[in-house]
């Protein structure tokens, strides 16, 4: 009796031990959560009602938007979608230097909508490390206002604070676990918005772009490690975790910059993520094959559960962008087709949203994209670049030019909106030389800083038709316009003479230089240099784009 009754004992020890080890397998493979970006920087999209009416079709429950526009926040009342709203970064000195604007702010935005609108995050600014007015001071002071604001209508509980990062906050980031911010925005930026953020259990947002890596550094970056799709995997040399992905490489690589500054508790919401279904020519990669890869297959991997190596115990929680293309933003033809979806709402190429529909899915693209994509993505801001006559401007064998300047004629509004493309992140003109004691500052003139960065952007570009139209804001020239003492032959002869050295890169910004160090994670360079090997090869090649 005794021993039948030990028998038994040990039969029930055996189940819940089995029991428990299917909770913390379950437990690790926590599903995490999809959403899209609701950009509408475009003049045919549908009503905000239709297009709460297409996410709930979906199955899609969150949503992020750039703005508190009234007809969208209604739209979404008793939708059950989760929303985060965002402070746009113009607001971001009002809201910092005054409490009374932010407070006006959150009544005015927050308050009539919320709770039958479930807004329950607002991301105050938008990249803004390299955010060409440089509010990066007034980051941290305009979030704590809105906090306090939030405090003060008791909205705070169920309403977080934060702000998106882009990648190239990092200083260093190959392997992954050397992740480090950079060292000038560690005491006054970064510790002061972590605190904020620990002290009101909120969470950084991430824009994390594989893209931008891949269609860079195409020839040593796998493809198929940037779409998640089938390969041998990268070990990062510092702690010897396996990347099967570049995305959970870029992820990982912030939270190791966290982890450095003892912030471990601080989780990661990525905010922005996609690939393109169309670009130029120079834009390796985009197409709707890729994309359908990457956005299908990132979708797979987030709703299956499990977080990135070195944070496998946080879910992951990812905005997509975005959900139409938008045929109204500035740039190269890429940034008009980040989109899931068309105007007409028809979709560019099949995903799936739901857990449900991940069983199911592979990856095929649509049979009538080709014409889709012709009706409903013709370059707005791309095709050839014309004179101030009209005209078209050749390519010039000189080195001496063509050049790209703007077009003053284009208004004051479209002229700003241009610069701060080009100086921004997507940009990546080098806007070094037109801040306040640089050496062209002078002629301090909109029209003036305009033509330098736009110059710098049609250079790196390879002197690309596409690279030189800004929405008619800026145009071709063969003779570069007098700018005080500043030389726009500079960029022309500096590209010239980067082709001739057969460079890989031709560009000069800083911040373009370390966002190739954030994904340089290539299976092929480590298995060809050994991890000590490539780590010497990057290094030389940081020094060269430096």
């Not at 020519?281 to 709707?288: Q, V």
């Not at 008009?336 to 529909?357: A, C, D, H, M, W």
């Not at 649509?366 to 993505?377: G, L, N, Y």
């Amino acid at each position: 009796m005794l021993c039948s009754s030990k028998k038994q004992g040990m039969e029930r020890l055996i189940v819940v031990s089995l029991c428990l080890s299917l909770l913390s397998i379950f437990a690790l493979a926590d599903p995490g959560a999809v959403g899209v970006n609701y950009g509408r920087i475009a003049n045919d999209l549908p009503s905000a009602v239709k297009t709460v009416e297409l996410l709930k079709s979906q199955g899609i429950d969150k949503v992020k938007i750039y703005d508190t526009d009234s007809s969208v926040l209604k739209a979404l009342s008793g939708s059950n979608i989760k929303v985060i709203v965002s402070l746009p970064n113009e607001n971001l000195t009002a809201a910092a230097k005054y409490p009374s604007f932010a407070l006006s702010w959150v009544q005015k935005n927050i308050v009539p909508y919320y709770p039958l609108t479930q807004i329950h995050a607002i991301a105050v600014g938008n990249e803004v490390f390299v955010d060409p007015n440089n509010t990066t001071d007034v980051l941290v002071p305009a979030m704590k206002n809105v906090q306090s604001a939030l405090v003060f209508y008791k909205l705070d509980s169920g309403i977080k604070v934060s702000s998106p990062f882009a990648l190239s906050a990092l200083q260093s980031s190959f392997p992954a676990s050397s992740g480090a911010f950079k060292t000038e925005l560690i005491e006054p930026v970064i510790k002061p918005m972590f605190d904020l953020l620990r002290e009101t259990k909120s969470y950084l947002m991430l824009n994390a772009y594989p893209f931008f890596a891949y269609s860079a550094n195409a020839d040593v970056i796998s493809l198929d490690y940037a779409l998640f799709r089938e390969n041998p995997g990268v070990v990062d040399s510092g702690n010897g975790l396996k990347y099967s992905n570049l995305f959970d490489a870029q992820v990982d690589a912030v939270y190791a910059a966290i982890k450095a500054l003892k912030y471990d508790d601080v989780d990661i919401v990525v905010t922005e993520t996609g690939w393109p279904s169309n670009g130029d020519k120079e834009e390796i990669g985009a197409n709707p094959e890729n994309a359908q890869a990457y956005n299908g297959n990132l979708v797979r991997r987030v709703l299956t559960g499990g977080g990135t190596p070195l944070k496998s115990e946080s879910k992951l929680v990812v905005y997509l962008f975005a959900l139409y293309n938008e045929n109204k933003k500035f740039g190269p033809t890429s940034e008009r087709n980040y989109g899931l979806f068309y105007p007409s709402e028809e979709k560019v190429y099949e995903i799936p949203f739901t857990l449900q529909e991940v069983k199911t899915w592979k990856a095929k693209p649509a049979t009538d994209r080709k014409a889709q994509s012709q009706a409903h993505t013709k370059p707005v801001y791309g095709g050839e670049s014309a004179g101030s006559n009209g005209t078209s401007v050749s390519n010039s064998s000189s080195g001496k030019g063509p050049f790209c300047v703007a077009n003053v004629k284009s208004g004051k509004e479209s002229l700003q909106k241009a610069l701060d493309y080009a100086c921004g992140a997507e940009g990546g003109a080098d806007c070094r030389s037109i801040q306040p004691g640089a050496a062209c500052y002078d002629p301090n003139t909109l029209g003036a800083h305009a033509t330098i960065a736009f110059n710098s952007y049609y250079q790196n570009k390879g002197r690309a038709n596409s690279a030189c139209y800004f929405g008619g804001a800026a145009y071709v020239v063969a003779v570069p316009p007098k700018l005080g003492k500043c030389d726009l032959t500079m960029d022309s002869e500096q590209d010239d003479g980067n082709k001739a050295a057969g460079k890989l890169f031709v560009q000069t910004n800083k911040e373009k230089a370390e966002a190739i160090a954030v994904s340089l994670s290539s299976p092929r360079l480590v298995t060809l240099f050994g991890s000590v090997g490539f780590n010497w090869v990057l290094l030389v090649l940081m020094y060269l784009l430096v």
